[in-house]
């Protein structure tokens, strides 16, 4: 699946706050356990993935509804097994749970 969700990196690791914690609209794309990143369709059409970033592995990867994020509605969060952390905003309930079933089934 793909599309744009708002992207925000909360934890690069275990206890270790990510340095870059903007909110980004981004397009998303789950293919093959991977979550890759683009600016938009064009550049995934070109290859290019936003920033240059790798794609990140789903592979033990831990996803939930953010309950205890209140700044914003409808967002999830991953958990890689590095430790590292993500949330993702969806712009209404569906969209969000259908990025969500499809991340923990990946
Ligand atoms: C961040 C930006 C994020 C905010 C984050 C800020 O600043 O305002 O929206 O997260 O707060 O650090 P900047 O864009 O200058 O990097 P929230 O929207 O979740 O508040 P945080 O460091 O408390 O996570």
Redesign the pocket.
Known sequence: MEGYLGR?H?LEGPNK?AS????NNLYCVLRNSELTFYKDAKNLALGVPYHGEEPLALRHAICEIAAN?K??KHVFKLRLSNGSEW?FHGKDEEEMLSWLQGVSTA
Not at 20 to 23: E, F
């Open positions: 925000k909360d706050k870059n914690r903007s909110w994020y700044k914003k949330l």
